[in-house]
């Protein structure tokens, strides 16, 4: 990547990192037991902007990927596997998940409303096993690359 390509997505980074710590800490500095409606506020801005960056991560490595499948052969090869190893991720994730409806606070209501239902718990439950999966590679490729020098 050039230059400018590479200061600008660090200024990117930046940004990103110094909003979520703002967001996170007017999160814990505005939730009390019980949750007040200005504590739900802050709550549902949390969860839309995690939403936003997981649609910015997952439009990046889908951009970056179909990018890399026209520039090379050898790199379309590399892509095609990412793309099937993060298929079986979320495979096995699935797989792994349940349909039993969650209980937690609120969660009458939100069974109540109708917003809570098996397949929702299902697909919540498939979503937070496909991060425990992520962020488990994550760690072991982190030890990984830093011990793989002392094996050669």
Do not use: C
Request: a neutral charge.
């Amino acid at each position: 990547m050039s230059k400018k390509v590479t200061t600008l997505l660090k200024v990117l980074l930046w940004v990103l990192m110094i909003t979520s710590a703002v967001l996170m800490v007017l999160l814990m500095s505005n939730l009390s037991d019980p949750i007040t409606e200005q504590g739900e506020q802050y709550i549902d801005l949390g969860l839309n902007w995690a939403y936003a960056l997981l649609a910015v991560v997952t439009g990046s490595a889908v951009l970056f990927s179909i990018r890399n499948l026209f520039l090379s052969g050898k790199k379309a090869l590399y892509t095609i596997a990412g793309l099937v190893a993060l298929a079986a991720i979320f495979g096995i994730a699935w797989v792994m998940g349940s349909d039993a409806l969650p209980v937690f606070h609120g969660a009458d209501k939100l069974i109540a409303e109708g917003t809570l239902t098996a397949s929702v718990a299902h697909v919540t439950d498939m979503l937070l096993n496909t991060t425990y999966i992520l962020m488990g590679l994550a760690v072991v490729s982190i030890v990984l690359s830093s011990t793989s020098r002392m094996w050669r």
